[in-house]
């Protein structure tokens, strides 16, 4: 019976990472066709009307979905409760995004009066969302991942298909509607099964009973919604349609990749590190081991997708895009950052939950809000002010999380998060410089396939220091011990 049970577990593992990676994998490639199609002020339209759309994707869905997990039993009236709030954080995100179109359609130039369309459009997808969000915390709790992963698969190539026709039919950014439409339609219509049986609870009780625990799980959700949606509606405000659609599309790719790239491992480092919690050096081994893996595929992957933002992805795109490097590669260098701190966070909560760490996830948002509209009067930037300021907040976000470990843990975790962290940004760093004289030796733009080769070698190179680095610091590490 045990056997079975370590089968089903391993099952459950290969189709979580089945369902992020197939799911990231047809989107990146439905994103590719649409960016093609599509022109950056129709990706920036689209990004102000699906404001709370958004929302109700991180908060609504992501955090009741998390609640029921957190649940210790699938009580009927506590299902019944939470599918109440989520429906009513639904109609309320429902009705933000009617009004939204209201307020759009009175103030917006009449060239941008497609924004206000789209946002009426959208209108029905935000109860869609509350409507599925218990099943997939049931889904997610009984680790029946396949199920999942058959939805957004399904899901994400039927909503692809539909968008990628109404782009090639002139359609505009009414095609990114129609992929997120469909895509929601046929996400409900898959776990409409799991909708049976939860019957609506109106207790006010069990509502004010599980308010402590949506508020917890929310504060991060907040956090992540300022730092993407936030970031867009100020960089569409200050800074125009074309630039917000480029972030959007940009962040789109590199968020893609940190999928494939980090999110099995930071997912995985919650059970590796509950199981060493109660051995502070087995726990600091595990941490140091996860973290210099990561530090090393995240470098050097996020090196290659920078640097081809300067010629390789204009060259498939179109040279429309082609100022996306000012973005993609300044997003990839916040990205490496973010991993380490995400996975210092992981270990701060398993070892001693913090509301510092939260809180503190919130300030870092909203110092990347500061930051940007600070930076925006400044045209010298060009459009790598959109991006510069949630570089820099997550880097002046370090020093504080390194404090409460040394604090809390061990100074050598603290240290741990400082090396892991400054030592990329230098070698990631030194690389762009290397690729940017490159390129000036022979004047600009060369033959794409010298391009590749040198983007192939740096990154190579990239992998070797990293390496190099990280076996230097292990072993001083173990010296001390």
């Known amino acids: ?113 497609s924004m206000a369309w ?6 029905p997808c935000p109860l869609l969302i509350a409507i599925n969000a218990v099943p997939m915390g049931l889904y997610r709790k009984s680790m029946d991942y396949k199920a999942l992963a058959r939805r957004t698969a399904l899901a994400t190539l039927g909503g692809g ?22 895509y929601q339609l046929l996400s409900y219509f898959i776990l409409r099964g799991q909708h049976t049986h939860i019957a609506l609870n109106l207790s006010w009780a069990q509502m004010r009973g599980l308010r402590g625990l949506m508020i917890v799980n929310g504060q991060p959700k907040v956090a992540d919604f300022l730092e993407s949606k936030g970031l867009e509606l100020v960089v569409a405000q200050l ?23 980090a999110s099995p491992g930071l997912d995985a480092a919650w059970g590796l590190f509950s199981h060493d919690r109660d051995d502070k050096a087995a726990l600091f081994g595990v941490y140091q081991r996860h973290l210099a893996i990561l530090s090393m595929t995240t470098t050097t992957l996020f090196f290659g997708l920078g640097m081809s933002s300067y010629q390789m ?23 490496i950052v973010r991993t380490s701190l995400y996975l210092a966070t992981i270990l701060i909560q398993v070892f001693e939950p913090s509301l510092f760490v939260s809180s503190l996830a919130i300030g870092r948002a909203v110092l990347c809000l500061i930051l940007t509209a600070a930076l925006s009067p400044i045209t010298a930037l060009g459009d790598t002010k959109a991006v510069l300021g949630y570089a820099l907040a997550g880097l002046i976000v370090v020093a504080p999380t390194a404090r409460h470990m040394s604090k809390r843990l061990a100074p050598s975790m603290a240290q741990e998060l400082a090396f892991r962290t400054l030592v990329p940004i230098g070698i990631f760093g030194l690389g762009w410089l290397a690729y940017l004289q490159a390129r000036a030796l022979v004047h600009g733009d060369i033959k794409p396939w010298l391009d590749g080769t040198l983007i192939a ?24 011990s």
């Open 161 to 182: 298909t539909v968008g990628i026709i109404v782009a090639a039919l002139h359609g505009g950014g009414h095609a990114l509607v129609a992929l997120t439409l469909t």
């Open 239 to 261: 800074m125009g349609l074309s630039v917000a659609g480029s972030l959007s599309y940009a962040n789109k790719i590199a968020q893609t990749l940190f999928t494939f790239l």
């Open 457 to 480: 070698s740096l990154s190579a190179m990239a992998l070797t220091a990293s390496m190099g680095a990280n076996r230097w610091r292990t072993r001083r590490t173990v010296v001390a």
């Open 313 to 335: 992805i204009p060259l498939v795109l179109g040279s429309k895009w082609a100022t996306l490097h000012q973005l993609l590669s300044w997003l990839c260098l916040a990205l």
């Open 1 to 113: 019976m045990q056997k079975k049970k370590t089968v089903n577990s391993r099952a459950a593992i290969t189709w979580a990472y089945a369902q992020a990676w197939v799911g990231k994998g047809a989107s990146a490639l439905v994103y590719m066709a649409l960016g093609y199609l599509l022109d950056p002020h129709e990706f920036g339209s689209y990004a102000v009307a699906s404001t709370f759309v958004v929302l109700a994707e991180m908060f609504v869905e992501q955090t009741v979905a998390q609640a029921v997990i957190q649940l210790p039993d699938d009580k009927p009236e506590q299902m019944g409760s939470l599918k109440c709030i989520a429906l009513a954080l639904g109609m309320f995100c429902m009705v933000g995004t009617l009004l939204l179109g209201l307020f759009l359609r009175a103030t917006v130039q009449p060239s941008d009066l």
């Open 118 to 123: 789209y946002a009426f459009e959208l209108a």
